[in-house]
């Protein structure tokens, strides 16, 4: 086995002597660039972000963003990462290196006051940067505000704003911040990251990284990976580590062994059959979302309000089911959808409708040994759907009450009817009471408003630091009533 290395800055590094569980934030600090920092420790606040070279969409290789500070650096093995130090370009000895366009353009326009967020926003900045899809339309009107022409979150570069969600500045403010990344251009011909860009990203390597009596492991198949987990049941397995660096950071846990499942060709499937689609269960979000391109309404609804790009680069639907809280976004979307997961270990597959596969609080029918291998939405989709997440803040929070809808509704009559309820119960759950009171009834406001009643009262939702069980019953209601409202506007107009 290859001693475990990773490219930093053009730089090959090895890993040793750092612990398994050591973070690609501390791994880099620890060697001098500390342009990465630590705000958070939880994936909050972006002060952390990195570049990270992964397989493209549109391109063979995409610069992808992502918190070093939930990253295990053994995770990066064989792979290659740019940090804010290594986006300027070297100058002449004895002279300064030349700043890239995105921090030029942050230094010139004032995006930087006491400096501390100010390289996690760059890197961000420049995955959205080097985006193949982003088209620049330049604002023919001098002087004039960007937005006023592309909308408050687009700017006429075709500079998508949320691709900086995740990033938090306390001093400078974010006008400035905007109206950076609204100014910056597209890449040059010479820019090397732009012409990394055409080349494939580093393969996926087998790693077996140990030190201190724990192991970080990752596997070249699925089948030596389920012969892994056979062996090692009480193994942490991780993708994203969006969940699990949380606990590392914040909780201290350690685990014995951790296993690594995000690059498992396997898992990373995208398949668009006649009857299902079927999602490998380490595709991230990222590029889930990209690949289906609104394929999938619902979940389109759901890809923006899930975290940030941050976390929805690294984030994956097996991890957030596979946690099993009750109040992770996306199980609420899939039960609407009537979703299956697909489940592998050693001796072969089994697959689980979602609304069988939670059985309590952070508790599913999941085996010791077996791994999501894929998540299956059947065919044909339902024409009317919605994703209400009722939460403290619009973007970039931890729901109080998250609702899905999928409604076929046919001559003003509710054929069928399935609802995904969160933060409501000690599991993701199937409103199943509402949706028979829909069923086969007009799609009118008699029987939305007695439907509504009856939401209200699906679930056991609690008292916490978010809401109280009150409001969320009343928050259920209300996601129908707002449903109908925006259905009838449709028609209407």
């Excluded at 990462?81 to 370009?89: D, K, P, R, Y």
């Excluded at 967020?117 to 900045?125: A, D, W």
Aim: with cysteine.
């Amino acid at each position: 086995m290859v001693a475990a290395r990773i490219t930093v800055n053009g730089k090959d590094t090895p890993i040793s002597p750092a612990a398994p569980h050591t973070t690609v934030l501390d791994f880099l600090r620890e060697r001098g660039l500390t342009g990465t920092k630590e705000g958070c420790a939880e994936g909050e606040c972006g002060a952390c972000s990195v570049l990270v070279a992964r397989p493209g969409v549109d391109k063979p290789t995409d610069w992808v963003a992502v918190n070093a500070c939930l990253v295990p650096v053994a995770a990066l093995d064989g792979q290659e990462i740019i940090t804010s130090e290594g986006l300027a370009t070297a100058g002449e000895p004895g002279k300064p290196p030349t700043l890239h366009p995105v921090q030029e353009e942050m230094a010139v326009r004032g995006g930087s006051q006491c400096g501390y967020c100010t390289p996690g926003f760059v890197c961000s900045m420049a995955a959205e940067y080097y985006r193949p899809d982003r088209c620049a339309h330049p604002d023919p009107a001098d002087g004039a505000d960007p937005a006023d022409s592309a909308g408050a979150e687009h700017g006429p570069n075709g500079f998508d704003l949320h691709a900086l969600s995740g990033n938090l500045c306390r001093c400078t403010g974010y006008r400035p911040i905007r109206d950076a990344v609204f100014a910056v251009g597209t890449p040059t011909d010479e820019d090397p990251l732009a012409q990394r860009r055409e080349q494939s990203p580093p393969a996926p390597v087998a790693t077996a990284y140990t030190r201190d009596d724990a192991a970080f492991l990752r596997k070249s198949t699925l089948t030596e990976t389920l012969q892994l987990l056979r062996e090692r049941p009480d193994a942490v397995v991780v993708a994203g580590s969006t969940d699990w660096g949380v606990e590392v950071n914040i909780r201290s846990r350690r685990a014995d062994c951790v296993v690594a499942v995000d690059r498992l060709p396997e898992l990373r499937e995208l398949r668009v059959e006649s009857d299902s689609i079927e999602i490998g269960a380490a595709l991230t979000l990222t590029e889930i979302e990209r690949r289906l391109d609104g394929r999938v309404p619902l979940l389109a609804e759901l890809f923006p309000q899930f975290a940030s790009r941050l976390i929805r680069n690294g984030a994956t639907l097996g991890g957030n089911l596979g946690t099993g809280s009750p109040i992770g976004d996306s199980p609420p979307v899939l039960l609407a959808l009537e979703a299956s997961v697909v489940l592998a270990d050693a001796d072969g597959e089994r697959e689980v409708p979602l609304a069988d596969y939670f059985t309590g609080y952070r508790q599913s029918v999941r085996r010791p040994g077996e791994l999501i291998r894929a998540v299956r939405v059947p065919l044909p989709l339902s024409p009317v759907v919605a994703f209400h997440k009722i939460a403290k803040r619009r973007f970039d929070d931890i729901s109080s009450v998250a609702v899905a809808f999928a409604l076929d509704v046919e001559d003003g009559i509710v054929r069928t009817a399935r609802i995904g309820l969160g933060g409501v119960a000690a599991t993701p759950i199937r409103s199943l009471a509402t949706e028979a009171a829909l069923e086969g009834r007009p799609w009118a406001a008699e029987t939305v408003e007695a439907a509504a009643q009856v939401l209200r009262g699906e679930g056991t939702p609690m008292n916490d630091h978010r809401a109280s069980a009150e409001y969320r019953s009343a928050m259920l209601g209300q996601s129908l009533l707002k449903l109908y409202a925006r259905t009838t506007e449709a028609v209407s107009s």
